[in-house]
């Protein structure tokens, strides 16, 4: 088991910049692929970054490739989302979630692959 807690979300105008945090606890999130999802009103929940477990591979959805950076400090037990050059079209509440993997690159997109999530944190970007 593992829980997982979002903090860092806001309301910001467009331009700016926040970094998400989620500290994990129980079992170590290195065990894992992490990624941030992020849902909006009405919306289908889709994944924007996710990190490998050991090798520290990275995918980025095209919308976020430049302004979104996601790293993992191991000895922290803390996953972060950089967000800079915020849009109005990022708003949306966002999960970090962890994926059960053996194998030190893989990532995923799938929130299906994901087996524990975040309760979210809720991110506004004013025009």
């Known amino acids: 088991q593992v829980q997982l807690v979002e903090s860092g979300g806001g309301l910001v105008q467009a331009g700016g910049s926040l970094r998400l945090s989620c500290a994990a606890s129980?079992?170590?999130?290195?065990?894992?692929?992490m990624g941030w999802f992020r849902q909006a009103p009405g919306k289908e929940r889709v994944c924007v970054a996710s990190i490998s477990r050991s090798l520290y591979k990275k995918y980025y959805a095209d919308s976020v490739k430049g302004r979104f950076t996601i790293s993992r400090d191991e000895a922290k037990n803390t996953l972060y989302l950089q967000i800079d050059s915020l849009k109005p079209e990022d708003t949306a509440v966002y999960y970090c979630?962890?994926?059960?993997?053996?194998?030190?690159?893989?990532?995923?997109?799938?929130?299906?692959?994901?087996?524990?999530w975040g309760q979210g944190t809720q991110v506004t970007v004013s025009s």
């Open positions: 129980g079992r170590t999130p290195s065990s894992f692929t």
């Open positions: 979630a962890a994926a059960v993997t053996f194998g030190p690159s893989d990532l995923f997109r799938n929130p299906d692959a994901y087996t524990y």
